[in-house]
């Protein structure tokens, strides 16, 4: 049935668009969008359709099983344009001639180019166009085509357009079971439907016979173009048999009460009825819109002259259905197209009743679902969105899956900052690592979850891979099950399946998984089955969204790209497979594939191949007093008292950044303020967790004995060790020792069931609580050798067995364990039997310590030392630290967080001298910024130049104006290398900040870093240097001590001609320089003679001149000859690998005889003969070939 009903409305449709004026085709799709029968996207799409064949298809197919209300939207389109259509001869003007006059016009218009939009927005008779390109070629242009319906519509190539565009713009829902119809356009067959006028004669179908019509002139059916389709593309032999016309195809102007149809064929029509004759067949046709064009006439009309012959007016039944049908009939009438008068727009005429098995069509001539057996229901084809009720089922169970999941102990959940960025090639181990962005940068690059899930123009039906990377602890996991959540509440609509994995649940066995399985046995929410589901995902890849949680947990991740991936997804292979067949876009191609991970994993082996990047930040200051109340939120005075604890602990209060530290904090207040004692935090994460396990021991010390907590924390530690060699944080309910360390576990808060997991699991409560539990471990367990805890720590390379630090804390929290007081540390954990070994212990460890050099160190393992000599709380082990840091310090590279600053900044308080920091590329925030500024200690500093002008911005705003003259004074920029964009706009606005009203100091000097900046150097490259170089030679001015300007890079800066002009322009300004580098920058004759004018002036400052690998010939080198005897300081002149030849080279000789004070001039030229640069350094042996 769908099929017939296709078959019918596509040639009505093509006709319609055909004979249309643009502007009635816009208000025919206008009011197809007004009537909700096309979506908004969906009609800007149609609009923008530069093929009209394209056109009539996708408008054919949203009219499927709507045909009837949508064919009198389209008269009443027409009416309302307030535009007649009419033939070309109509109004007594020749139609050829104006044809010719307006197309002439419009030969380099956009219908030159095929531009459909072009001729909708046009005011050009498409009837005329029709009559001009109808016009017969010279013979060398003669084209011959074949206008036979079938050949026309039945095309490989426009079925492939179609399909592609359908899936291309995003519209699939309306369209998802149209294989079925592609089906049959690419058949070489048609079905016939028999007896469609058996029981309607002539006499009930006309009130008159049809009269004799004269014969129609002949016309050509040569033409220069097809308006509104592509040319056709070759074809084979078979298809050119196909599409030859039959030689006797008479046709036959017809005229309907409303309409007139003309038929371009060019045979005489002979008299006849309309039934075809006994044995014919009347056959549905698909005619090029060449054939036919539609012109509505008055029901009084009878005849009208039509170029060479005659119309003949047949008025249809008002009982018809309201519909179009187009058939052709073997018997010598061709082309005849019918629809009924309609006096209401959108009335729908009942005079038939509809068929009980064709879904409610009125149609006589539509066939029943047992006509075409093979053929899916048209509901199925034709429903809103194309989804069955199956899919619709699994739709809404997923949707209730992820909306009833718990949120768990920890549903305090506050938004994280999410920032884009990118990766940077480590040039020292050729690795992939996340750039270190600036706090400006960051806050530019900020995104809202919804963000993160925005569709990216250009990378339609292709899978897009998006990963999130932040530190253990900083809330990923939490985030997805947001997502999720969030999905299920119908926030993400772009998205019709979500499945959520946790990567430890797929490390499974065997090699009989396919992606069928991944979606109904391996989700978190395994659900029925279902084929027609699976295929229907198969189908809109783009609707799926596959949730890779914890990638650092799953097995074997090495080897993803090229990991044997089959594009089957009804092949069976192991589950690595199946995840690098995603990845690699060979599976579901066209998902969005969602990683979370961390950013020192294996998985920063693969951020090359990721489309979107983006990197958890963790809380700001506001987001924590947010978190705390939420925790807090039934009372107010506890969340106050509880932020009064925590920020009288500077350092566990930096700590807050991360999510894990908040909430434990937040525990042990709740806990603290419930004995309604007066107390204090611990200083050290250390303390926190030792503090949180003893409350939990206390209130289980009357279990069966007196031992019973510590061994059970003895247990649960060896648990939580054995994990994390396996990388893993989750446990099953038989992994425990026993059921009293279960117990335990549960009762102490210290594992939470994991909602949504398939089989029964537990999962520790923070990451950080993982590292405490090993630490401990190592601190009490007799099977660790002492001579073994230094690798632990992890501060020294290691050649053998090297420790994997996927526990990343357990160093920090083993020297706190070890050093801190036994009484209120170990001793309360394991016992005073433990005294002895933990000494022991102690002795090893501050042995190790001790022998490091902090001088000897990089910036990220003096950091680790840092951190480990803040939480052991031992005096002699800080002061030992303290005193052997170096005077410069630079964290180049070395991510600065929040606890880094704290425990950096207490460091260089204790050291008792100066220093100078570094603190470039290290993604400080602006409060850890201030922090380590305004110390008295730190003699200067250099920082990123937008975040430091940040910094003045917001010390001006709160009236800290000591600090403000500090930090200022402080600063420095010397030396300093433009190696971006950002660089030149940075250095920019330092200049600009003086002048302006916001300036940080109030004073004409110049700002220090300004007036102290002796080294600049430009290194942007060929693409950006001639684009930077203006801006910075704007600038230069305002560096009265520059002593060098260094404009050479290995890439080539190519300032050329223009860039030498402007420097020149300002050299004299440049009292101080002394070095100028100008090499490799195509500097030619133009650029050497600009700068030989401006040479003078750096007369007595300038030492080194150096115009290496340039492009000056005779000309240049002759000024520059020319002004050598006036530069009385020049000392090194180089002009090798320049274009000059012997006559310039003589004349540098000749000028260095009089400047007796240069003393090198390098001039080797591949241009100058060897002999001759020979001969000349005879001359003057201060000349170099080197």
Same mark, same amino acid.
């Given at each position: 049935?769908?099929?017939?009903?296709?078959?019918?409305?596509?040639?009505?449709?093509?006709?319609?668009?055909?004979?249309?004026?643009?502007?009635?085709?816009?208000?025919?799709?206008?009011?197809?969008?007004?009537?909700?029968?096309?979506?908004?996207?969906?009609?800007?799409?149609?609009?923008?359709?530069?093929?009209?064949?394209?056109?009539?298809?996708?408008?054919?197919?949203?009219?499927?099983?709507?045909?009837?209300?949508?064919?009198?939207?389209?008269?009443?389109?027409?009416?309302?344009?307030?535009?007649?259509?009419?033939?070309?001869?109509?109004?007594?003007?020749?139609?050829?001639?104006?044809?010719?006059?307006?197309?002439?016009?419009?030969?380099?218009?956009?219908?030159?180019?095929?531009?459909?939009?072009?001729?909708?927005?046009?005011?050009?008779?498409?009837?005329?166009?029709?009559?001009?390109?109808?016009?017969?070629?010279?013979?060398?242009?003669?084209?011959?085509?074949?206008?036979?319906?079938?050949?026309?519509?039945?095309?490989?190539?426009?079925?492939?357009?179609?399909?592609?565009?359908?899936?291309?713009?995003?519209?699939?829902?309306?369209?998802?079971?149209?294989?079925?119809?592609?089906?049959?356009?690419?058949?070489?067959?048609?079905?016939?439907?028999?007896?469609?006028?058996?029981?309607?004669?002539?006499?009930?179908?006309?009130?008159?016979?049809?009269?004799?019509?004269?014969?129609?002139?002949?016309?050509?059916?040569?033409?220069?173009?097809?308006?509104?389709?592509?040319?056709?593309? %070759?074809? =084979?032999?078979?298809?050119? /048999?196909?599409?030859?016309?039959?030689? &006797? @195809? *008479?046709?036959?102007?017809?005229? $309907? #009460?409303?309409?007139?149809?003309?038929?371009?064929?060019?045979?005489?029509?002979?008299?006849?009825?309309?039934?075809?004759?006994?044995?014919?067949?009347?056959?549905?046709?698909?005619?090029?819109?060449?054939?036919?064009?539609?012109?509505?006439?008055?029901?009084?009309?009878?005849?009208?002259?039509?170029?060479?012959?005659?119309?003949?007016?047949?008025?249809?039944?008002?009982?018809?259905?309201?519909?179009?049908?187009?058939?052709?009939?073997?018997?010598?009438?061709?082309?005849?197209?019918?629809? %009924?008068? =309609?006096?209401?727009?959108? /009335?729908?005429?009942?005079?038939?009743? &509809? @068929? *009980?098995?064709?879904?409610?069509? $009125? #149609?006589?001539?539509?066939?029943?679902?047992?006509?075409?057996?093979?053929?899916?229901?048209?509901?199925?084809?034709?429903?809103?969105?194309?989804?069955?009720?199956?899919?619709?089922?699994?739709?809404?169970?997923?949707?209730?899956?992820?909306?009833?999941?718990?949120?768990?102990?920890?549903?305090?959940?506050?938004?994280?900052?999410?920032?884009?960025?990118?990766?940077?090639?480590?040039?020292?181990?050729?690795?992939?690592?996340?750039?270190?962005?600036?706090?400006?940068?960051?806050?530019?690059?900020?995104?809202?979850?919804?963000?993160?899930?925005?569709?990216?123009?250009?990378?339609?039906?292709?899978?897009?891979?998006?990963?999130?990377?932040?530190?253990?602890?900083?809330?990923?996991?939490?985030?997805?099950?947001?997502?999720?959540?969030?999905?299920?509440?119908?926030?993400?609509?772009?998205?019709?399946?979500?499945?959520?994995?946790?990567?430890?649940?797929?490390?499974?066995?065997?090699?009989?998984?396919?992606?069928?399985?991944?979606?109904?046995?391996?989700?978190?929410?395994?659900?029925?089955?279902?084929?027609?589901?699976?295929?229907?995902?198969?189908?809109?890849?783009?609707?799926?969204?596959?949730?890779?949680?914890?990638?650092?947990?799953?097995?074997?991740?090495?080897?993803?790209?090229?990991?044997?991936?089959?594009?089957?997804?009804?092949?069976?292979?192991?589950?690595?497979?199946?995840?690098?067949?995603?990845?690699?876009?060979?599976?579901?191609?066209?998902?969005?594939?969602?990683?979370?991970?961390?950013?020192?994993?294996?998985?920063?082996?693969?951020?090359?191949?990721?489309?979107?990047?983006?990197?958890?930040?963790?809380?700001?200051?506001?987001?924590?007093?947010?978190?705390?109340?939420?925790?807090?939120?039934?009372?107010?005075?506890?969340?106050?008292?509880?932020?009064?604890?925590?920020?009288?602990?500077?350092?566990?209060?930096?700590?807050?950044?991360?999510?894990?530290?908040?909430?434990?904090?937040?525990?042990?207040?709740?806990?603290?303020?419930?004995?309604?004692?007066?107390?204090?935090?611990?200083?050290?994460?250390?303390?926190?967790?030792?503090?949180?396990?003893?409350?939990?021991?206390?209130?289980?010390?009357?279990?069966?004995?007196?031992?019973?907590?510590?061994?059970?924390?003895?247990?649960?530690?060896?648990?939580?060790?054995?994990?994390?060699?396996?990388?893993?944080?989750?446990?099953?309910?038989?992994?425990?020792?026993?059921?009293?360390?279960?117990?335990?576990?549960?009762?102490?808060?210290?594992?939470?069931?994991?909602?949504?997991?398939?089989?029964?699991?537990?999962?520790?409560?923070?990451?950080?609580?993982?590292?405490?539990?090993?630490?401990?471990?190592?601190?009490?367990?007799?099977?660790?050798?002492?001579?073994?805890?230094?690798?632990?720590?992890?501060?020294?390379?290691?050649?053998?067995?090297?420790?994997?630090?996927?526990?990343?804390?357990?160093?920090?929290?083993?020297?706190?364990?070890?050093?801190?007081?036994?009484?209120?540390?170990?001793?309360?954990?394991?016992?005073?039997?433990?005294?002895?070994?933990?000494?022991?212990?102690?002795?090893?460890?501050?042995?190790?310590?001790?022998?490091?050099?902090?001088?000897?160190?990089?910036?990220?393992?003096?950091?680790?030392?840092?951190?480990?000599?803040?939480?052991?709380?031992?005096?002699?082990?800080?002061?030992?630290?303290?005193?052997?840091?170096?005077?410069?310090?630079?964290?180049?590279?070395?991510?600065?967080?929040?606890?880094?600053?704290?425990?950096?900044?207490?460091?260089?308080?204790?050291?008792?001298?100066?220093?100078?920091?570094?603190?470039?590329?290290?993604?400080?925030?602006?409060?850890?910024?201030?922090?380590?500024?305004?110390?008295?200690?730190?003699?200067?500093?250099?920082?990123?130049?937008?975040?430091?002008?940040?910094?003045?911005?917001?010390?001006?705003?709160?009236?800290?104006?000591?600090?403000?003259?500090?930090?200022?004074?402080?600063?420095?920029?010397?030396?300093?290398?433009?190696?971006?964009?950002?660089?030149?706009?940075?250095?920019?606005?330092?200049?600009?900040?003086?002048?302006?009203?916001?300036?940080?100091?109030?004073?004409?000097?110049?700002?220090?870093?300004?007036?102290?900046?002796?080294?600049?150097?430009?290194?942007?490259?060929?693409?950006?240097?001639?684009?930077?170089?203006?801006?910075?030679?704007?600038?230069?001015?305002?560096?009265?001590?520059?002593?060098?300007?260094?404009?050479?890079?290995?890439?080539?800066?190519?300032?050329?001609?223009?860039?030498?002009?402007?420097?020149?322009?300002?050299?004299?300004?440049?009292?101080?320089?002394?070095?100028?580098?100008?090499?490799?920058?195509?500097?030619?004759?133009?650029?050497?003679?600009?700068?030989?004018?401006?040479?003078?002036?750096?007369?007595?400052?300038?030492?080194?001149?150096?115009?290496?690998?340039?492009?000056?010939?005779?000309?240049?080198?002759?000024?520059?000859?020319?002004?050598?005897?006036?530069?009385?300081?020049?000392?090194?002149?180089?002009?090798?690998?320049?274009?000059?030849?012997?006559?310039?080279?003589?004349?540098?000789?000749?000028?260095?005889?009089?400047?007796?004070?240069?003393?090198?001039?390098?001039?080797?030229?591949?241009?100058?003969?060897?002999?001759?640069?020979?001969?000349?350094?005879?001359?003057?042996?201060?000349?170099?070939?080197?």
């Amino acid at each position: 049935m769908v099929m017939d009903q296709f078959k019918t409305i596509l040639p009505q449709v093509r006709a319609l668009l055909s004979s249309a004026w643009p502007a009635q085709v816009r208000s025919f799709l206008d009011g197809l969008l007004e009537k909700g029968l096309l979506s908004k996207e969906y009609h800007q799409a149609l609009l923008q359709e530069p093929d009209g064949e394209a056109l009539a298809r996708k408008v054919s197919l949203s009219l499927l099983e709507k045909w009837d209300l949508c064919i009198g939207t389209l008269i009443q389109c027409v009416r309302r344009s307030g535009n007649k259509l009419q033939t070309p001869g109509m109004d007594g003007v020749s139609s050829r001639s104006r044809a010719t006059d307006q197309c002439a016009a419009m030969e380099s218009g956009p219908l030159a180019e095929g531009s459909y939009l072009g001729l909708l927005q046009s005011d050009i008779n498409p009837l005329q166009l029709l009559h001009f390109y109808d016009q017969p070629l010279a013979p060398e242009e003669d084209i011959e085509y074949s206008s036979d319906a079938d050949t026309d519509t039945i095309n490989y190539d426009q079925v492939n357009r179609l399909w592609n565009a359908i899936e291309d713009e995003g519209t699939g829902e309306a369209y998802d079971r149209i294989a079925a119809l592609a089906e049959y356009m690419f058949s070489d067959r048609h079905l016939e439907t028999e007896g469609i006028f058996g029981n309607i004669g002539p006499d009930e179908m006309v009130n008159e016979d049809i009269d004799a019509l004269t014969e129609i002139p002949q016309k050509s059916q040569k033409c220069q173009k097809r308006l509104f389709l592509d040319n056709p593309e %070759p074809q =084979s032999d078979s298809w050119e /048999a196909k599409r030859r016309k039959p030689e &006797a @195809s *008479p046709a036959i102007p017809l005229v $309907t #009460s409303n309409s007139v149809t003309v038929s371009s064929s060019n045979n005489l029509t002979p008299k006849g009825s309309l039934s075809p004759p006994p044995g014919q067949v009347a056959k549905p046709s698909l005619p090029s819109m060449e054939e036919t064009f539609l012109v509505p006439t008055s029901p009084v009309l009878a005849c009208l002259n039509f170029n060479g012959g005659p119309i003949q007016l047949i008025p249809t039944f008002p009982t018809l259905p309201q519909g179009v049908f187009h058939f052709t009939v073997e018997n010598g009438v061709s082309n005849i197209f019918l629809y %009924p008068a =309609s006096s209401g727009g959108d /009335a729908i005429i009942q005079s038939l009743p &509809a @068929s *009980p098995d064709r879904h409610g069509s $009125t #149609s006589p001539f539509t066939p029943s679902t047992a006509d075409m057996p093979n053929m899916p229901e048209a509901s199925a084809l034709t429903s809103q969105d194309g989804k069955t009720e199956s899919v619709e089922q699994f739709c809404r169970a997923l949707h209730k899956a992820y909306a009833d999941v718990p949120e768990g102990p920890n549903n305090h959940y506050i938004d994280l900052d999410l920032t884009r960025t990118q990766v940077e090639k480590n040039s020292k181990c050729l690795e992939k690592e996340l750039v270190i962005q600036d706090w400006t940068e960051r806050q530019k690059a900020r995104v809202g979850w919804r963000e993160v899930f925005a569709s990216t123009r250009g990378q339609k039906r292709e899978t897009r891979v998006i990963a999130v990377l932040g530190k253990a602890g900083l809330g990923k996991s939490t985030w997805t099950q947001e997502v999720c959540r969030n999905w299920a509440q119908g926030q993400l609509p772009q998205y019709e399946f979500v499945f959520h994995y946790k990567c430890r649940s797929l490390n499974l066995p065997g090699n009989d998984y396919c992606l069928k399985d991944l979606f109904f046995r391996l989700c978190h929410h395994p659900l029925e089955e279902n084929e027609e589901v699976f295929k229907y995902i198969l189908k809109h890849p783009n609707h799926t969204l596959i949730i890779l949680d914890s990638f650092e947990e799953l097995e074997g991740q090495d080897g993803f790209l090229n990991c044997p991936a089959r594009p089957s997804p009804g092949e069976s292979q192991p589950i690595k497979g199946l995840l690098a067949g995603l990845f690699q876009r060979k599976l579901l191609r066209g998902c969005t594939l969602l990683i979370t991970a961390r950013p020192k994993g294996r998985f920063i082996q693969y951020l090359a191949k990721v489309d979107s990047l983006l990197e958890v930040q963790g809380f700001s200051p506001e987001q924590v007093e947010s978190y705390f109340e939420k925790y807090f939120q039934g009372s107010p005075s506890d969340r106050d008292e509880a932020l009064k604890l925590v920020r009288a602990q500077p350092y566990l209060l930096s700590h807050c950044y991360s999510p894990a530290v908040c909430l434990s904090l937040c525990q042990l207040c709740e806990k603290i303020l419930a004995t309604k004692a007066s107390a204090q935090l611990p200083s050290t994460l250390t303390g926190l967790f030792v503090s949180l396990l003893c409350s939990v021991m206390r209130a289980r010390e009357k279990g069966p004995s007196e031992t019973w907590p510590r061994n059970c924390l003895a247990g649960l530690a060896e648990l939580a060790w054995e994990l994390g060699q396996r990388h893993c944080n989750v446990l099953r309910e038989d992994q425990f020792p026993s059921a009293e360390v279960k117990e335990f576990a549960i009762l102490g808060d210290f594992v939470w069931p994991l909602p949504t997991a398939r089989e029964p699991e537990m999962v520790f409560s923070t990451f950080l609580l993982q590292n405490f539990l090993g630490a401990l471990r190592l601190s009490l367990s007799e099977e660790v050798r002492d001579k073994e805890l230094p690798r632990y720590l992890a501060l020294t390379p290691r050649k053998k067995k090297p420790y994997d630090n996927w526990l990343e804390r357990v160093p920090h929290f083993l020297t706190g364990l070890l050093f801190q007081p036994l009484s209120s540390c170990l001793g309360s954990l394991g016992g005073v039997k433990q005294i002895g070994l933990v000494c022991k212990r102690q002795k090893v460890l501050l042995k190790y310590l001790t022998r490091l050099q902090p001088g000897t160190l990089g910036p990220g393992k003096l950091l680790e030392l840092l951190h480990c000599a803040h939480e052991a709380t031992d005096s002699r082990l800080w002061q030992h630290v303290t005193a052997g840091l170096p005077s410069c310090l630079s964290f180049w590279g070395v991510r600065l967080a929040p606890p880094d600053v704290h425990v950096l900044g207490e460091a260089l308080k204790a050291a008792g001298k100066d220093f100078s920091l570094d603190l470039r590329n290290t993604s400080i925030d602006l409060r850890g910024l201030g922090i380590l500024v305004q110390l008295g200690c730190v003699t200067c500093f250099r920082a990123s130049l937008s975040d430091t002008v940040w910094l003045w911005g917001s010390l001006r705003q709160s009236g800290e104006y000591e600090l403000l003259r500090r930090s200022t004074e402080k600063f420095i920029i010397d030396p300093f290398k433009v190696k971006s964009m950002k660089d030149v706009e940075d250095l920019c606005s330092l200049v600009h900040i003086q002048s302006s009203e916001n300036a940080p100091v109030e004073t004409c000097a110049p700002l220090p870093s300004i007036r102290d900046l002796k080294k600049l150097e430009f290194a942007l490259g060929p693409v950006l240097g001639p684009q930077g170089f203006p801006k910075l030679v704007k600038i230069l001015a305002a560096f009265s001590s520059l002593q060098h300007l260094d404009l050479d890079t290995l890439s080539q800066n190519k300032i050329g001609d223009k860039g030498v002009s402007q420097l020149s322009a300002i050299l004299p300004e440049l009292k101080a320089l002394e070095t100028l580098n100008l090499s490799q920058n195509s500097i030619t004759d133009v650029g050497a003679m600009e700068l030989a004018k401006a040479l003078p002036s750096l007369a007595t400052s300038l030492v080194t001149l150096s115009l290496y690998n340039n492009c000056i010939c005779d000309t240049g080198a002759e000024n520059l000859a020319n002004v050598l005897p006036d530069m009385v300081s020049l000392r090194v002149l180089d002009v090798q690998y320049n274009k000059f030849t012997r006559a310039g080279a003589q004349q540098l000789t000749a000028s260095l005889k009089k400047c007796p004070h240069i003393e090198t001039l390098a001039m080797w030229n591949p241009t100058i003969p060897y002999g001759v640069q020979e001969h000349l350094q005879q001359l003057d042996s201060r000349i170099s070939l080197r």
